[in-house]
Nanobody, 129 residues
Framework: QVQLVESGGGLVQPGGSLRLSCAAS????????IGWFRQAPGKEREGVSC?????????WYAGSVRGRFSVSRDKAKNTVYLQMNSLNPEDPAIYSC?????????????????????WGQGTQVTVSS
């Protein structure tokens, strides 16, 4: 069964850091592009980042997180990570990872939801002092 499970969310103070994990099962995550998305209450889901297969090596970031967030893979653990630094009051949301239907590379339209076929349940990130 193809599955993605996120973890690592929680409460952090402004300026703090969190590392989210996206554990894949039922497939080899490095064979696919994996996206991170977030959805805040009352807002549409938005793309945060996308990591290509290590053989491609192209990653993308939303402008609002570039320079603060970093995406990576651990092939041995079949897991993708999202390191989030300098968290601010604009970042709280439910963060989810998703696998593209097919393809190893994150394309320029990586944040288009329709190209993702498998989603995790999400993990809550809260930023508050």
């Amino acid at each position: 069964q193809v599955q993605l499970v996120e973890s690592g969310g929680g409460l952090v103070q402004p300026g703090g850091s969190l590392r989210l994990s996206c554990a894949a099962s039922g497939f080899t995550s490095n064979d696919y592009a994996i996206g991170w998305f977030r959805q805040a209450p009352g807002k549409e889901r938005e793309g945060v980042s996308c990591i290509s297969s290590s053989s491609v090596g192209i990653n993308w970031y939303a402008g609002s997180v570039r320079g603060r967030f970093s995406v990576s893979r651990d092939k041995a653990k079949n897991t993708v990570y999202l390191q989030m630094n300098s968290l601010n009051p604009e970042d709280p949301a439910i963060y989810s990872c998703a696998r593209v239907v097919s393809g190893r590379a994150c394309e320029r339209d990586w944040s288009t939801l329709e190209q993702y076929g498998t989603w995790g349940q999400g993990t809550q990130v809260t930023v508050s002092s």
